[in-house]
């Protein structure tokens, strides 16, 4: 248990689905952030969160759209999603001034089909 | 660009110690991070450096010389479990955005 909690840890959908990843965490972190996780590939920085602001947007396509609704919880809402979009999707908290000491979810795996 | 370099695989055996390089860009470098994940899991944080020298954390240490754009992660006394990937991550400018090399996957044999 990280302290960061992400739901389903499973998810294959449809290319013409809707679906929402969450995350939530319980250490008090005022920064959020989504990952992509790739086979082969490095961990790919998505969106960053700071304070329920979006400070980040790293080039992301628009089917991906982030919510922060207060400090504790990140959501990404997917839509018409892509077979190369399946990937290992992770949530991260930090405090606001150590984004390099952050604390992972155990993570979603998406499969778009 | 950002970006960081490391070995995709390494192999050592029980009870040996092991060093994981990592080089990366120089311009707006803030400070290294390493992270170990185990297969399915989430990577986890083990120790960060801001400024030149080791850090030591039990059997593991990491180092960085900024001078040489470069940092090391040194595991000691190996055990069967330390089997996994370690990643390297920066941050540049004091900024949000925490970028991974490609993982290294330390395989440890008996």
């Known amino acids: 248990e990280t302290g960061v909690t992400q739901t389903p840890r499973h998810l294959v959908m449809g290319m013409t689905n809707k679906k929402s990843l969450k995350c939530e965490q319980h250490?008090?972190?005022?920064?959020m952030y989504w990952y992509k996780q790739s086979a082969k590939k490095p961990l790919e920085l998505m969106f960053v969160?700071?304070?329920?602001?979006?400070?980040e947007n790293n080039s992301v396509p628009s089917r991906f759209s982030p919510e922060c609704p207060n400090s504790s919880h990140l959501f990404l809402h997917l839509h018409t999603l892509q077979p190369e979009d399946s990937a290992l999707y992770l949530c991260?908290?930090?405090?606001?001034?150590?984004?390099?000491?952050?604390?992972f979810g155990q993570g979603t795996r998406l499969t778009v089909v | 660009g950002q970006s960081l370099e490391q070995p995709s695989e390494v192999t050592a055996v029980e009870g040996a110690i092991v060093q994981i390089n990592c080089t990366y860009q120089?311009?707006?470098?803030?400070?290294l991070s390493w992270y170990q994940q185990h297969d399915g899991g989430a990577p986890t944080f083990l120790s960060y450096?801001?400024?030149?020298g080791l850090e030591e954390t039990g059997r593991f240490s990491s180092f960085l010389s900024r001078s040489d754009s470069y940092g090391y992660l040194l595991l000691q006394e190996l055990q069967m479990k330390d089997s996994a990937s370690y990643f390297c991550?920066?941050?540049?400018?004091?900024?949000?955005?925490?970028?991974f090399g490609g993982g290294t996957r330390l395989m440890v044999k008996p």
């Open positions: 450096n801001a400024l030149d």
């Open positions: 250490l008090g972190h005022n920064a």
């Open positions: 120089t311009s707006g470098f803030y400070g």
């Open positions: 969160y700071n304070f329920k602001e979006q400070t």
């Open positions: 991550a920066a941050s540049w400018n004091a900024g949000n955005m925490l970028t």
């Open positions: 991260a908290s930090s405090q606001d001034r150590r984004p390099t000491e952050a604390f």
